[in-house]
């Protein structure tokens, strides 16, 4: 793909490719972004199966997760996107479609998570809709949560993994 398939006013959101590992692997090198996505350190072996998961989901489902760019830059700040998940912990989460969204700490505090987020669910709304689509959220993570709540999202459970306190979400596009 020579183009994104999505754009914001400042964002191309693109389809998974090769070319990412990269970019995921600096992403979530950063120990405040994973503060809230279980804390630990990451390797290129794991943003390399991130990487084939998200690619995963398009080639199955037809949606899946974006790599984010700002327009016209190569650097990646983030990913975002509805995918195919199964948590297995039921609860509404498995095999339904799931929203998420991970972003590089200099891109924080801009809009730039709601703005892609906006653009991936009026995009899957119209491809897919309607449809129900659930995320979760650590408790902790309220920029976060304050993403999903001007997204639409509205909390229909909790859940507990390893001492951690999710928020479930949901909304039907």
Sequence with gaps: MTEPLLS???LDLWLPRSGDHAGLIALLA???VRLHLGNRP???QEEFNRLCRNAGSWAL???GIFTVRRRGDDDVIGIAGVFHSWRGFGKGLDGVPE????FARRAWGQGLATEAMQAVLAWFAKS???ARVACM???TNL???AVAARLGFVEYDHHTDQGTELVLLEQYV
């Design 8 to 10: 914001t006013e400042r």
């Design 30 to 32: 950063d120990d405040a």
């Design 42 to 44: 990451t390797s290129a």
């Design 61 to 63: 489902y037809g949606y």
């Design 99 to 102: 929203a998420g969204w991970i």
């Design 128 to 130: 897919f809709g309607p």
């Design 137 to 139: 959220i650590n408790n």
């Design 143 to 145: 920029p976060s949560r």
